[in-house]
């Protein structure tokens, strides 16, 4: 394996990090939070120190790549940004358990948005602000920015592209990756600011409009609120919908309009799925919770924006859905599962995921009854490929099987049955807020150290789509090769 | 620029390897959706996958929005088609790969007017050149034409006894009587461009420039002698071994020609009335014994196997024929055939990829001097590029040693009036000259890049 080059990688991941610390740098200079101006000083200067000892140490002659690489260095960056960008918190002592800002930071750069602030409205605005810039840069990927900022001589950036993209296929859409990840951060970019600029115009304040915009662009969910999104005006809850629902799409669809395809809007079966879905689960939920609001515009309100906020994995919230009836908290947890769209921000299993389980289920199921017939798999009008379609099948497996093992660690904790099940999907899927002692209104301070670990590796599987992690705990990674004596 | 590469087989890969390292946009197209995920793999491109002659597959690969299609499919009819197709949306520049030996007489330039090729390239007749080129000098590693004629880079190894081991460049020219310039200099894996306090040493690959006359008459000088080759044997019914032999029977050589499938063979003696085909293995000692190996003058190893190509060369090479060609597709057998001791080596996809690269580069940078021709020396680190000059030119009548070239540079010819000139301080560029430069590890596109 070449070393030099995934050291080297780390070294440029820890020198982008202290440049993304710069925004709430100047928010606390800002704010004239001294204290949080210096343990931003501190984790900077750190960040740089360690980043240019990494690069100039490894200076890598031989810059070819392969898969096993990219998923390596995928695995170590997330993993050592968290690390990182968790020491503001500790060294300015607002969250003075290291493991407690590890968990509040791998929930950030993940997207997830699951917090152990009991108290979210004492937290400094700088720090505030560079938990929901986590997310920001998260969503899109740390590594995609820096192959969207550095030149890399090395045409095999895609290997570290596919380790970290969402969805079963990262698409190209030009030839060149560097040009993509230029065009997706322009798009990514742009929505939020548009968020921004319509939040503003709903009456948020800045700081509010665009620490909540960070957080439905990454489909985070952090909030800055002890009710989350609850205390905005109907406008802006509206806005923060819409936004989510947006951030839940794949973003080459956007691309394929900027370029003039509109049609490729209609063709793209996971859009309308993912569109069904969210119509169909807000309407049961809407009649489902009809008696416990006073009218239907609140129910539509309501369901429509905890429906997108799950679905989305994004986990803002603007009521406490811990208490609405079970048959609601039960899609809820179902959405939860289900995620997004493949090449969104978002988290979860992706919907083009389930399509293709569901197609190949109703394949089987005709296999059982014409035992001759051959049958392939279409989606998105194209043939799906049998190793495809095993992936997903894989993935699966994989997919139930960390679940269980998360769900298994976390039952060592004296706590009932639906708030283990929630947390661990929570976490695992990227959203934040589970159901019952970790519901919206709650938090995640309640689980023990060991438990907040499993957590936060819980999100980091969910966030990589599990086998970056998988690889990087896989010896034959990291034997060499044994000189005879 | 953004280029197509229609058809990823063999020679479609290597070039479109060559042109994504160019920092070129490359959109592949191939029908096989295993290839198109494996070089997406490997490379920074987009693919598409499906018929490249197919109007759905061109619009899905933007056709209308590139600046050249390079059509490599088997079939020359599809390249055609793709080409033509191609144009008619919108492409600026079309290149086909038409190697039907029907299609490659007269009806060639009625075809490529009629259907706006901008260049069509036939691998199999330029592999021929190159080996018809490389039978006539002695013991020359290869040899590089230009598009004019009369002036060539010969790259050949430094022996261990040879007069030029421990010789300064400076030297040479009072040592010698012949006209060269030696351009380029490869030790180990560096490759430098030579300034006058270099000493050669022996194991060196050196690259010499000049018109064919003076490299024999260096040659000569050297002690290397020419054996005049009459006999040729070749070893592979492909079609570029009938490029070749027709041409060496044109000069009144005796080509002997083998191969194992009888039908082939049938075919070419149809072909080549004054060959002589044999029906047989070519890797049987016994058979390569009995057709006289040991009276043979040169021997050209042109089966589709490179590795066979290697073991064939290397019994000929034991069995002291003065000139053994190989040929060798695969780039990184190259080295290790060179390690084998085998001099001469011709590659027919690198050659062909050269002469790509070296009209995208053209194209790109079409507005004065652009790259005419671009071949690549000394394990592909220096170039050596043909420009044109033109009026515009900011150092037209500049003694050269007045000009700050950059490093690693080398103004290896200038042909004027169809005589090669071995450039010294005293000459200059004049408009209408042919300018054949040489740059070692960087990429010149212009021929004002060689300023500093």
Redesign the interface.
Same mark, same amino acid.
């Given at each position: 394996m070449n070393r030099k080059m995934v050291f080297y990688m780390l070294g440029q991941i820890l020198k982008l990090e202290a440049g993304i610390m710069l925004l709430p740098l100047i928010c606390s200079l800002f704010y004239r939070e001294l204290n949080i101006v210096i343990a931003f000083l501190i984790t900077m200067a750190l960040a740089l120190f360690l980043g240019f000892a990494l690069t100039l140490l490894n200076k890598p002659q031989n810059k070819t790549f392969f898969a096993k690489e990219g998923f390596v260095i995928v695995a170590l960056s997330w993993i050592v940004i968290s690390a990182v960008g968790a020491l503001p918190f500790v060294i300015s002592g607002e969250i003075p358990n290291y493991i407690d800002a590890f968990f509040e930071t791998v929930s950030g750069f993940t997207t997830t948005g699951s917090s152990i602030l009991t108290d979210v409205e004492a937290m400094s605005r700088g720090l505030l602000f560079w938990r929901s810039e986590t997310h920001w840069v998260g969503g899109m990927g740390v590594l995609v920015l820096i192959v969207a900022i550095l030149p890399t001589d090395s045409g095999r950036t895609m290997h570290i592209l596919r380790a970290e993209m969402p969805g079963h296929s990262a698409g190209k859409l030009t030839p060149k990756l560097r040009t993509m990840t230029k065009i997706l951060y322009f798009i990514y970019t742009g929505f939020t600011l548009l968020e921004i600029i319509l939040l503003l115009c709903g009456g948020m304040p800045l700081f509010d409009a665009i620490v909540n915009s960070f957080g439905t662009a990454g489909t985070g969910g952090f909030g800055i609120k002890g009710d989350s999104i609850g205390s905005y005006n109907a406008f802006c809850q509206w806005v923060i919908t819409i936004f989510m629902l947006i951030f839940g799409i794949n973003f080459n669809i956007y691309y394929l309009v900027l370029c003039g395809r509109i049609r490729s809007i209609f063709k793209s079966e996971e859009l309308w799925t993912y569109l069904a879905i969210f119509l169909l689960s807000s309407t049961v939920v809407v009649f489902n919770i009809l008696k416990t609001v006073e009218n239907l515009g609140d129910a539509i309100r309501l369901s429509a924006f905890q429906v997108s906020s799950i679905m989305t994995t994004t986990g803002f919230a603007t009521t406490d859905f811990n208490l609405w009836p079970n048959f609601s908290k039960g899609i809820l947890l179902m959405l939860m599962f289900f995620g997004a769209c493949a090449g969104s921000t978002a988290g979860g299993f992706k919907i083009s995921r389930v399509v293709l389980l569901f197609k190949k289920i109703v394949a089987s199921v005709r296999q059982m009854i014409h035992p001759r017939a051959i049958s392939t798999i279409n989606f998105e009008g194209k043939t799906v490929e049998n190793d495809t379609v095993n992936g997903v099948l894989v993935y699966l497996a994989v997919y139930c099987f960390c679940f269980v093992i998360i769900l298994l660690l976390l039952l060592l904790e004296p706590f009932d049955l639906e708030t283990n099940i929630s947390a661990a999907a929570a976490c695992f899927n990227n959203i934040g807020p589970g159901l019952s002692l970790v519901g919206p209104a709650a938090n995640f301070s309640i689980y023990s150290s060991f438990s907040k670990i499993v957590l936060s590796f819980a999100m980091l599987l969910g966030r990589l789509e599990i086998f970056p992690l998988l690889v990087l705990f896989s010896p034959s990674v990291w034997i060499k090769r044994r000189a005879k004596a | 620029m953004?280029i197509i590469v229609n058809g990823c087989g063999k020679i479609g890969s290597t070039i479109l390897a060559n042109l &994504?390292?160019e920092g070129?946009? &490359? !959109?592949a197209i191939d029908t096989n959706?295993e290839v198109i995920q494996k070089l !997406?793999? $490997?490379?920074? &491109? $987009?693919?598409v996958c499906g018929n490249g002659a197919d109007s759905d597959v061109l619009t899905e690969a933007n056709a209308k929005n590139n600046d050249l299609i390079i059509s490599t499919a088997n079939s020359d009819e599809i390249n055609m088609l793709c080409c033509f197709l191609a144009k008619r949306m919108g492409t600026k520049n079309t290149v086909a790969r038409v190697r039907n030996p029907e299609y490659n007489d007269k009806s060639l330039a009625f075809l490529r007017q009629n259907l706006e090729i901008s260049l069509i390239i036939n691998p199999e007749l330029m592999a021929s050149h190159e080996l018809f080129n490389a039978l006539k000098l002695p013991s020359a590693y290869k040899i590089e034409p230009f598009s004019v004629r009369n002036f060539e880079i010969v790259e050949f190894k430094i022996k261990d006894d040879s007069v030029l081991d421990g010789l300064k460049i400076a030297d040479l020219r009072n040592k010698f009587k012949s006209k060269f310039l030696i351009c380029a200099v490869q030790r180990g894996e560096e490759a430098y461009i030579p300034l006058g306090n270099f000493v050669l040493r022996s194991g060196d690959k050196v690259g010499i420039t000049g018109s064919v006359n003076e490299i024999l008459h260096f040659f000569n000088e050297l002690g290397i002698k020419r054996t005049a080759i009459k006999k040729v044997m070749i070893l592979g019914a492909s079609k570029t071994a009938v490029y070749l032999a027709k041409k060496l029977c044109q000069i009144g050589n005796s080509v002997t020609i083998i191969d194992k499938d009888r039908q082939k063979c049938e075919e070419i003696s149809a072909e080549l009335p004054k060959a002589l085909v044999v029906n047989g293995d070519g890797s049987s000692q016994e058979l390569l014994i009995e057709e006289g190996i040991s009276n043979i003058d040169a021997v050209v190893s042109l089966t589709g196997l490179d590795e066979l190509n290697i073991l064939i060369s290397s019994y000929a090479s034991s069995k002291n024929v003065p000139k053994v060609i190989t040929k060798i597709n695969r780039q990184e057998l190259i080295p290790l055939a060179e390690h084998w001791g085998l001099d001469t080596v011709v590659s027919p996809r690198k050659t062909i990829s050269n002469i790509v690269v070296g009209y995208a580069r053209a194209l790109e940078n079409s507005k004065d001097s652009s790259v005419e021709t671009l071949y690549k020396l000394m394990d592909d680190k220096v170039e050596a590029l043909e420009f044109t000059v033109k009026d515009g030119l900011d150092f037209l009548n500049v003694a050269f040693k007045e000009l700050k070239l950059k490093e690693n540079i080398l103004i290896a010819g200038i042909i004027r009036d169809r005589k090669t000139i071995i450039p010294s301080g005293e000459d200059v560029l004049l408009s209408g000259d042919k300018v054949v430069i040489l740059a070692a590890n960087q990429r010149i596109n212009n021929l004002s890049d060689i300023i500093r």
């Open positions: - | 953004k &994504v390292a070129h946009d &490359v !959109t959706p !997406t793999n $490997i490379y920074d &491109v $987009i693919g």
